[in-house]
């Protein structure tokens, strides 16, 4: 059957390569990407949304008209948000809650009259501060690493399931997000909207416009690449903390197979995320850089701790591997390689977005 998929945030990193890829997949699919395009270079992704004959709208989720542009469909994918987990951290929380949780509410309502399923990005950002700092770490030379101490409910050397205590404040950002899922789950039960809840941890890949406060693991590269200067921020300026990383192409596969499998995890919540199969500490993914692209870069230590930061992060994928059978295929060196190729293919385009002091 030949599915209308909306994909808000379309331009963005995630909406943009999963429209791609669906449309490459799924030719006859109808994709439409939606996007305020406030995200700095996401206006890049226009042409090649183009290519792939995915229609762009120009449209804001925060104003309900924009949204009646597109008409019915089938699924949405929401892939747009304000992702910075610093952001309201400064005091202004408009942007953020008239788009994370507002939008996601206009989108709901949206989906709601058209009867579409909905697949909604969440976050590793839901699960408070105070309990993941709880988790027993040791330091080797180059990272935080788990150590053999009992651990809080919810925790392994697996990483975080979706048993992880959910009370205690987690970043506005987190909020927003924790909030949404909130509404989701009412949706679900008050109007039989179909859904899933993927609680992403880091996601990188080409076509991320990584900046220093949203999309480290691209930042990391770019500053690689074009020469710039970095900073271990927190935890004695070491580069130890931890997170995992997810292959854009491994969540790919996942939303392929959770919109053509609905009714298997309808109403679920999953956990999703690079764990064991691909995890950094800031530390190790600089010698990858450095092996990737030759360059050696200074690097600053800053010793005092970032807002919501956390010293380690791995996603436990147990749930949806056990549900789904899906798990992470890609490596760190593959998605560090994966960006540098990117790079270097577009660096002229690239290099006005990446090519920054700071
Ligand atoms: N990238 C990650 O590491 C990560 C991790 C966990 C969850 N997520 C979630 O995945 C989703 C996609 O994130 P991303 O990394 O692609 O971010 P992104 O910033 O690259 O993409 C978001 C897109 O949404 C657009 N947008 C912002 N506000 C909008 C609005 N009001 N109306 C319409 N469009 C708007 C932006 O212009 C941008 O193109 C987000 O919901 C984010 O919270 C991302």
């Given at each position: ?104 509410i206009n989108c709901l309502q949206l989906a709601a ?10 976050t590793s950002r839901v699960y408070p501060i105070g ?228």
């Amino acid at each position: 059957m030949a599915k209308r998929i909306l994909i808000t945030g379309g331009c963005g990193f995630v909406g943009s390569n999963i429209a791609i890829k669906l449309a490459e997949k799924y030719p006859d699919y109808s994709i439409i990407a939606l996007d305020n395009l406030k995200r700095r270079g996401s206006e890049l992704n226009l042409s090649n949304l183009a290519k792939h004959k995915v229609v762009f709208i120009h449209g804001d989720i925060r104003n309900k008209e924009d949204l009646q542009q597109v008409g019915a469909f089938d699924l949405l994918i929401d892939a747009a948000a304000e992702p910075s987990v610093l952001s309201g951290s400064n005091g202004s929380m408009d942007y953020l809650i008239n788009t994370n949780l507002v939008g996601t509410i206009n989108c709901l309502q949206l989906a709601a009259e058209y009867s579409a399923e909905f697949i909604f990005l969440s976050t590793s950002r839901v699960y408070p501060i105070g309990h993941l700092n709880k988790i027993q770490l040791l330091q080797n030379e180059n990272r935080f690493e788990v150590s053999s101490d009992p651990q809080p409910n919810g925790f392994s050397w697996e990483g975080v399931s979706e048993e992880f205590p959910l009370e205690g404040a987690r970043s506005a950002y987190g909020a927003t997000k924790l909030m949404s899922e909130l509404m989701l789950q009412e949706y679900h039960n008050l109007f039989d909207i179909k859904m899933v809840i993927n609680r992403c941890g880091v996601i990188s890949g080409p076509l991320q416009m990584g900046k220093v406060d949203q999309g480290v693991i691209v930042l990391w590269m770019a500053r690689h690449f074009w020469k710039k200067q970095l900073s271990y921020i927190g935890y004695g300026g070491l580069g130890k903390q931890v997170r995992d990383v997810l292959h854009i192409n491994d969540l790919f596969e996942l939303i392929d197979l959770q919109m053509h499998n609905m009714d298997q995890i309808n109403g679920q919540t999953f956990n999703v995320g690079g764990g064991r199969k691909a995890n950094t500490s800031l530390k190790e993914l600089t010698l990858l850089c450095q092996e990737v692209t030759g360059n050696k870069i200074p690097i600053k230590p800053v010793l005092e701790n970032r807002y919501a930061d956390v010293p380690y992060y791995l996603t436990d994928n147990t749930k949806i591997k056990s549900t789904t059978g899906w798990q992470p295929k890609s490596s760190m060196p593959r998605i560090v390689e994966d960006i540098f190729e990117w790079m270097k293919k577009n660096e002229k385009i690239l290099k006005p977005i990446f090519d920054i002091n700071g």
